[in-house]
């Protein structure tokens, strides 16, 4: 099955500076990769996403980029604000058969 | 439109007590998917139903964890009897099919079961 590695395990940034964290995956017909944000006793929410179809997506101070020759993809966050301060996961799925398999998590602290 | 529904937020049994949890998905979600999610880590997979055909339990500890979704809506996730290396947080989430964010899926609040 798919095994999905994150890395950092903690992040700790000042705020307005950017965040990266990384992802690896096992599987190569994974070609679907979630992002998502869980505050802390919330439930996890979707951020971004990508398909294996497109290298880049942006959305606002938000953005994912997938390698899928070295079966990794990041998740940038830019000018960083203390609302950020959450857990993110990264996931992957091969598309149609959407089981999730999901990293242990980064925990981003923004230091304000 | 409402989110993902689930019921207790919170549960606190001792070791051998049955337990169960209710998820009801998003209004039209075919697909329903049971996690656990233990802390630190990420969501596992437990059972997705496609409906109301379990087509992945691949995952489930069956000599104690059960899930129905009779009427392919609302579903029940039990655990007899529970251990403690049962707690955890157990989440639902829910699909839609046939629309353009087909792949994403929305999660509940999370049932916080701990097992004394």
């Known amino acids: 099955g798919e095994n999905v590695e994150q890395h950092p395990s903690t992040l700790s940034v000042q705020e307005g500076d950017s965040a990266v964290i990384k992802c690896t995956y096992s599987?190569?017909?994974?070609?679907?990769f979630p992002w998502y944000k869980q505050e802390l006793g919330k439930r996890p929410q979707l951020i971004i996403d990508i398909r294996s179809n497109v290298g880049e997506k942006k959305d606002q101070r938000i953005a994912v980029t997938l390698n899928k020759t070295a079966k990794h993809f990041s998740l940038h966050i830019t000018e960083t604000q203390p609302e950020d301060s959450a857990v993110y996961f990264c996931?992957?799925?091969?598309?149609?058969?959407?089981?999730?398999?999901f990293g242990a998590g980064t925990t981003v602290t923004v230091r304000a | 439109e409402a989110g993902v529904v689930q019921s207790p937020r919170y549960k606190i049994i001792e070791k051998k007590q049955p337990v169960a949890f209710w998820c009801n998905p998003i209004s039209g979600h075919n697909t329903l998917y049971w996690y656990r999610q233990n802390l630190g880590q990420g969501p596992e997979l437990l059972i997705r139903?496609?409906?109301?055909?379990?087509?992945?339990d691949s995952q489930l500890p069956k000599d104690r964890f059960s899930a129905e979704r009779l009427k392919g809506v609302d579903s029940t996730l039990k655990i007899q009897p529970a251990e403690l290396g049962d707690s955890a947080v157990y989440l639902c989430a829910s699909r839609t099919t046939g629309t353009p964010d087909t792949d994403t899926q929305y999660f509940g609040p999370g049932t916080r079961l701990t097992v004394l």
């Open positions: 139903y496609e409906n109301e055909e379990a087509v992945d």
């Open positions: 599987d190569s017909a994974s070609n679907y």
């Open positions: 996931a992957a799925s091969p598309l149609n058969d959407y089981k999730l398999s």
